[in-house]
C-alpha cells in the first residue's frame, strides 16, 4: 500500500509529455498459414487505409522474425531454419547461405532451429537471433 501511495505521488508531480507521433514503416509477417508480407504507414492512423498487403512468393516455408538493417532498410528475415531476406516490394524470400545448424554459445553448443526473433544493433548494425532453447 504504501509503494502503491509513493508511485501515485511521484507520477502526480511528473510533468506529462506531449504524445509523440508515429512514423516510418513497419513490416508485418501474416502467421501462421498465410506468411504474405504487409507494410504499415505509421503516419497513418486509420486502420482503413494504412496497412498494404505486399504478398509473397517463393518457396518459404514458414516465415519467422524479421528485422530491418539501419542504413539500409534491407529487411532480413527467418525462415523454417535459415536467415534471409525479404523483397519488400514482391515479398519474396531469398536465403543467405545454408541453415543454422549449431552454434557455441555461454551455456554450450545450441540448436539454432527455432529462432523467435531477430534485431540489429542500431550502433553497430550486428544482427542478433533468439532461439528458443530445445531441451
Do not use: K
Not at 509477417?29 to 497513418?44: C, N, R, Y
Not at 518459404?60 to 538493417?69: D, F, I, M, N
Amino acid at each position: 500500500m504504501l509503494l502503491a501511495a509513493l508511485v501515485g505521488s511521484l507520477l502526480a508531480v511528473l510533468p506529462s509529455a506531449p504524445a509523440l507521433a508515429a512514423s516510418g514503416t513497419c513490416y508485418l509477417i501474416g502467421q501462421p498459414a498465410d506468411h504474405e508480407l504487409s507494410v504499415t504507414d505509421l503516419a497513418d492512423t486509420d486502420p482503413a487505409t494504412n496497412e498494404t498487403t505486399i504478398g509473397w512468393s517463393g518457396d518459404q516455408v514458414s516465415l519467422g522474425p524479421a528485422a530491418v538493417q539501419p542504413g539500409t532498410g534491407v529487411l532480413f528475415a527467418h525462415e523454417t531454419d535459415r536467415l534471409g531476406t525479404i523483397n519488400t516490394g514482391t515479398g519474396e524470400f531469398t536465403a543467405i547461405g545454408g541453415t543454422y545448424g549449431v552454434q557455441p554459445g555461454s551455456i554450450g553448443v545450441q540448436d539454432l532451429t527455432d529462432v523467435r526473433g531477430l534485431g540489429f544493433d542500431p550502433t553497430t548494425g550486428t544482427l542478433y537471433a533468439i532461439a528458443r532453447r530445445v531441451d
